[in-house]
């Protein structure tokens, strides 16, 4: 019989690489989606027909109990928040209740209706935010510099809670940054190789960024969904760190975004202050020894060539919209 899965966040960037990969491994994959006026469906068109999607939200508990009932999954990867950091400010108590409380809500679910659930939280590196040690590693103190990072904290430690007080197999995933041609577009990575292609096909000239000094630990979003299932598929459960393990300024990114379309950032880059954080995150980069000896997790796509994926995809994008 087929593995059933869950995944909240399925419309996603991670939901959606996610939902690939188990349907390659011969799951029954089941996607939470929000009722809304309207649905962004396009990270997932390619294999809709392919999922189950089913309605449900993380403020509502028995939104959540009603769909484990009805469709008994063996796993739940909760993916699903709010997870713009710059939005986090803007928006903190929303950001709370689904970050954070959200959390809570689906772990009661399941030991409510099915303790033997295996359960995926999707942790992040922004709750090292004023780092306290680099590399940052499981055992790294928590200082998170954003209602997001505090939130996605909280979130953490209440899965650790629920497994230890339940005995749920519950594990974290303490991702790092990890991107591709699905990220949104208000994510800076997004944000610079959309940008290089606007201005190499003379739909722009300048591209207004925020820290240029800003270091991050970026990966492939599909290498990061294989280590979530990783995870699930141990027999006890833990948390680990997923990461690269290098660390690149924002400033490099844009030079090797500009340099795969033949271009110098230098005279298209402007810093606007708006886009600068209330408190910014200097340094952030992981060490995943633990993911790399117990899960046998390795990355595949280094840092270049995850920027230039991104860059030709851009172009793609807009070549195909100026048709």
């Known amino acids: 019989m087929a593995k059933r899965a869950l995944i909240t966040g399925v419309t996603g960037q991670d939901g959606s690489y996610l939902a690939e990969f188990l349907l390659e491994q011969g799951y029954e994959v089941i996607g939470m989606v929000r009722r809304s006026s309207t649905l962004n469906f396009e990270r ?18 028995v939104s959540l109990i009603n769909i484990l009932r009805d469709h008994r999954p063996r796993e739940v990867y909760n993916l699903a928040a709010q997870s713009f950091v710059q939005t986090s400010f803007s928006q903190p108590v929303l950001t709370g209740e689904t970050t954070a409380l959200g959390v809570t809500r689906m772990l009661d679910a399941i030991r409510l209706v099915d303790p033997d659930i295996r359960f995926y939280q999707a942790s992040s590196s922004e709750m090292f935010g004023k780092v306290q040690e680099v590399p940052q590693r499981e055992s790294t103190p928590l200082y998170p510099r954003s209602p ?43 944000k610079i190789t959309n940008g290089v292609a606007r201005i190499a096909h003379g739909l722009d000239d300048k591209l207004s960024l925020g820290n240029l000094d800003a270091q991050r630990d970026w990966g492939f979003a599909a290498d990061y969904v294989r280590a979530m299932w990783m995870m699930l598929q141990q027999d006890k459960p833990d948390d680990y760190v997923v990461s690269t393990g290098e660390t690149h300024e924002v400033r490099e990114l844009c030079r090797l975004a500009f340099s795969a379309v033949d271009l110098d950032w230098e005279r298209h880059v402007v810093i606007d202050e708006k886009y600068l954080r209330p408190a910014e995150v200097d340094l952030l980069v992981g060490d995943a020894a633990k993911a790399h000896k117990i899960l046998g997790w390795q990355r595949e796509v280094d840092f270049p060539g995850l920027v230039t994926m991104m860059v030709n995809a851009d172009m793609d994008l807009v070549r195909n919209h100026l048709r």
């Open 44 to 61: 997932i068109a390619h294999i809709q027909d392919r999922l189950e999607l089913v309605a449900g939200d993380l403020l509502d508990e």
């Open 148 to 190: 997001y990072g505090v939130a996605k904290v909280y979130g953490h430690w209440i899965t650790v809670n629920y497994r230890e007080s339940y005995n749920l197999h519950a594990s974290s995933g303490i991702l790092f940054n990890h991107e591709s041609p699905r990220r949104g577009l208000e994510f800076v990575t997004r």
